[in-house]
Antibody, heavy 119, light 107 residues
Framework: QVQLQQSGAELVRPGSSVKISCKASGYAFSSYWMNWVKQRPGQGLEWIGQIYPGDGDTNYNGKFKGKATLTADKSSSTAYMQLSSLTSEDSAVYFC????????????WGQGTLVTVSA | DIQMTQTTSSLSASLGDRVTISCSASQGISNYLNWYQQKPDGTVKLLIYYTSSLHSGVPSRFSGSGSGTDYSLTISNLEPEDIATYYCQQYSKLPWTFGGGTKLEIK
C-alpha cells in the first residue's frame, strides 16, 4: 500500500533554512507527481507546488517561488522540500501528498511535519 | 488565482442527518473539483475527485455534485467518524487552490 512517511518536527531560527523529507513506499516513486501543502495553525490548506521525480520537473505556486525548493531522490524514494529565509509566517504544518487519478488529485497524504520558526 | 469559498465555516448536525457542504469558485472550473476530509488528529484523506467520483475505500454515504462555479459535498446518514473539517480544491488552473474549510460537529 502507498505510504508517505515525513520527517519529524523542526524548531528553527528566523532567517535560517530547513529541509523536510517525505519517504515514499508501496509504489513506483518516479512515476507519480508529489505535491506539498502548507497549513498554518487553525487555518486552511495552501498548495505549494509539485515535483515529478522521474525527471525533476516542477510546478510552483507563484507565492512560494523563492521560498520553497522541491527536490527528489529516486535512489531512496524520498521527496524533499527546502524552505529558506524563514519567518514566523512559515510556522506551519507541511504535508506531502501523492497524485492520484490526476496530477492535481492528492490521493495519498503524509502525516505532516510541523515547522516552528522562533528565536 | 481562482478563489474557492466555503461560506459555512462550521456546521452542527445530528447523527443520522443528511449534511450538505457548499463550495463556490470565483470563475467556472469545469467540474475540476476535489473534496478532502481532515480529521481532528490532522490526518487528511481524499473523498471525491472530479466533482462526483468516489475515491477508493470511501463510504458510499459521501457524494458530490455541482457544475460551473457551484459545488457541494453531501453526507447522508451522518456517523460519528465523519466529524472533521472538509475542504474543496479546484484544479482547473494552476495554482491549485482550496476553500477555507467547513468544520462539521455533532449537535
Amino acid at each position: 500500500q502507498v505510504q508517505l512517511q515525513q520527517s519529524g518536527a523542526e524548531l528553527v531560527r528566523p532567517g535560517s533554512s530547513v529541509k523536510i523529507s517525505c519517504k515514499a513506499s508501496g509504489y513506483a516513486f518516479s512515476s507519480y507527481w508529489m505535491n506539498w501543502v502548507k497549513q498554518r495553525p487553525g487555518q486552511g490548506l495552501e498548495w505549494i507546488g509539485q515535483i515529478y521525480p522521474g525527471d525533476g520537473d516542477t510546478n510552483y505556486n507563484g507565492k512560494f517561488k523563492g521560498k520553497a525548493t522541491l527536490t527528489a531522490d529516486k535512489s531512496s524514494s524520498t521527496a524533499y522540500m527546502q524552505l529558506s529565509s524563514l519567518t514566523s509566517e512559515d510556522s506551519a504544518v507541511y504535508f506531502c501528498a501523492r497524485e492520484g487519478i490526476t496530477t492535481a488529485t492528492l490521493a495519498y497524504w503524509g502525516q505532516g511535519t510541523l515547522v516552528t520558526v522562533s528565536a | 488565482d481562482i478563489q474557492m469559498t466555503q461560506t459555512t465555516s462550521s456546521l452542527s448536525a445530528s447523527l443520522g442527518d443528511r449534511v450538505t457542504i457548499s463550495c463556490s469558485a470565483s470563475q467556472g472550473i469545469s467540474n475540476y473539483l476535489n473534496w478532502y476530509q481532515q480529521k481532528p488528529d490532522g490526518t487528511v484523506k481524499l473523498l471525491i475527485y472530479y466533482t462526483s467520483s468516489l475515491h477508493s475505500g470511501v463510504p458510499s454515504r459521501f457524494s458530490g455534485s455541482g457544475s460551473g462555479t457551484d459545488y457541494s459535498l453531501t453526507i447522508s446518514n451522518l456517523e460519528p467518524e465523519d466529524i472533521a473539517t472538509y475542504y474543496c480544491q479546484q484544479y482547473s488552473k494552476l495554482p491549485w487552490t482550496f476553500g477555507g474549510g467547513t468544520k462539521l460537529e455533532i449537535k
